[in-house]
């Protein structure tokens, strides 16, 4: 009974921490049962998605930090979708006023919504990462997976060798999070399997509702390949990357401060650091 009780409260606090995602979800699902009024359908999402993210932050349930760290997703995926959509991957066949070079503004924040789960996963369990990678291999790695989503178009796919890579780097990499009380541990190569393949299903569930369109879905939905998982696996990883080594810079940056204000605490975490 435990057993199941916990599961029942990771399950909620996951449920907690996709919010905006479902509010994504059932926007567009909303928007193709019920045509609206006065704009077209990719605006009326994009206002969602707006007056949803000024409402997450006016409640505390997202912080100003959390803010700027899922901006700078909207960024990212906003240039990788007006590549992507120039190179012919997928298409937005809807009319729309804030749709920039063939890509309305509202997808950014499909992207930004995993940024969203991510800080919401990672403050309501208490998320710590143990043996954490150098910050010089990190960010390297990052950048390389972002990058060959624009690079296999002209050069080889590494997706598998960088796939690899991210094993190595991260075989003795855990996740240690907090469900009621009880600390638990998982391989974080594990985690990253498990968002990725979940957000392959909400791509499902996405293109059902019309989010986008992939060339083999034009004249009638069908499932998006299961290759598309490693896609969103590698989406993932890069996302995570960001989000851990933000919040260990942040962390470190108030660590410092906070011994700066207090010489005795200092000393204190020094003699602990070389114990």
Request: with cysteine.
């Amino acid at each position: 009974m435990r057993a199941i009780k916990q599961l029942c409260r990771f399950g909620w606090e996951q449920a907690l921490s996709c919010l905006f995602p479902v509010v994504i979800f059932a926007s567009l699902a909303l928007t193709q049962i019920i045509p609206l009024p006065l704009l077209p359908r990719y605006d009326w999402l994009l206002l969602i998605c707006l007056l949803m993210q000024w409402g997450m932050v006016k409640s505390g349930l997202e912080t100003r930090d959390e803010l700027k760290v899922i901006t700078l997703f909207h960024i990212i995926g906003l240039c990788l979708e007006l590549f992507k959509v120039h190179m012919g991957s997928w298409s937005y066949p809807d009319e729309g006023y804030s749709k920039l070079f063939g890509v309305p503004l509202y997808s950014g924040f499909m992207y930004a919504s995993v940024a969203s789960y991510l800080c919401q996963a990672w403050r309501r369990l208490d998320v710590k990462l143990i043996q954490w990678p150098p910050f010089w291999v990190v960010v390297p790695l990052a950048a390389a997976i972002y990058l060959n989503f624009f690079t296999h178009h002209y050069w080889i796919d590494i997706r598998w060798w960088l796939s690899g890579l991210v094993i190595v780097v991260f075989w003795k990499t855990w996740v240690e999070y907090v469900i009621g009380g009880t600390r638990y541990h998982m391989p974080l190569a594990l985690s990253f399997v498990l968002i990725g393949f979940f957000i392959w299903i909400a791509e499902n569930i996405a293109t059902f509702f019309g989010a986008w369109e992939y060339p083999n879905q034009r004249d009638a939905w069908s499932l998006v390949h299961l290759g598309k998982v490693s896609s969103w696996l590698l989406l993932v990883i890069v996302s995570f990357l960001i989000v851990a080594t933000l919040k260990r810079v942040k962390g470190q940056g108030e660590m410092a401060t906070g011994a700066n204000h207090n010489p005795s605490g200092r000393r204190h975490l020094s003699q602990e650091g070389t114990q």
